[in-house]
T-cell receptor, first 112, second 110 residues
């Protein structure tokens, strides 16, 4: 039982480059979300989805896009990376909003 | 806006000591969750408290939800080095956005 799988684990980008952080879950969870974790700032919600085809913005959505074409996958896209996006990114899923989240092990992103 | 305030931010204690971590808000939550995170991993759920005044025990960990459902506490008895980690409280403020406190980084020294 894999749970929530995030790839890659580590990534270094140059300013202006684009990339996609992958997230997949095998628990048939409807709710999925992306957080970033920065020292002293805690976990901040970037985007979330309550089901396939439905996404919405969280607390810090600027610079990030998401899509949810299937229940299993919820990729996070950085269109033009900036140093301020250096962070650890966590994907999480739950049965529905209100239920406990299951987290992946994170992607550590550095933008130079 | 950070709806959940956790204190203390850092805590370093000796093995065998007791400690309490607090999670406070001016907002009412339908439930509060506590997570523990170890370095290089994602947070893992410890407990969910739902009813005002509720007390839940998980071995040496005791969780309490305030009567007004605005605050919660985590008490650890006889802390062990294996309790070291980042403790996070989180709540659903009536929308689809689970909000986290900034966390308490606990270090238990042998």
């Amino acid at each position: 039982n894999a749970g929530v799988t995030q790839t890659p684990k580590f990534q270094v980008l140059k300013t202006g480059q684009s990339m996609t952080l992958q997230c997949a879950q095998d628990m048939n969870h409807e709710y999925m979300s992306w957080y970033r974790q920065d020292p002293g700032m805690g976990l901040r919600l970037i985007h979330y989805s309550v089901g396939a085809g439905i996404t919405d913005q969280g607390e810090v959505p600027n610079g990030y896009n998401v899509s949810r074409s299937t229940t299993e996958d919820f990729p996070l896209r950085l269109l033009s990376a900036a140093p301020s996006q250096t962070s650890v990114y966590f994907c999480a899923s739950s049965q529905d909003s209100g239920s406990p989240l299951h987290f992946g092990n994170g992607t550590r992103l550095t933008v130079t | 806006t950070q709806l959940l305030e956790q204190s203390p931010q850092f805590l370093s204690i000796q093995e065998g000591e007791n400690l309490t971590v607090y999670c406070n808000s001016s907002s009412v939550f339908s439930s509060l969750q506590w997570y523990r995170q170890e370095p290089g991993e994602g947070p893992v759920l410890l407990v969910t408290v739902v009813t005002g005044g509720e007390v839940k025990k998980l071995k040496r960990l005791t969780f309490q939800f305030g009567d007004a459902r605005k605050d919660s506490s985590l008490h650890i008895t006889a802390a062990q080095p294996g309790d070291t980690g980042l403790y996070l409280c989180a709540g659903w403020p009536g929308n689809y956005k689970l909000t986290f406190g900034k966390g308490t980084l606990l270090t238990v020294n042998p």
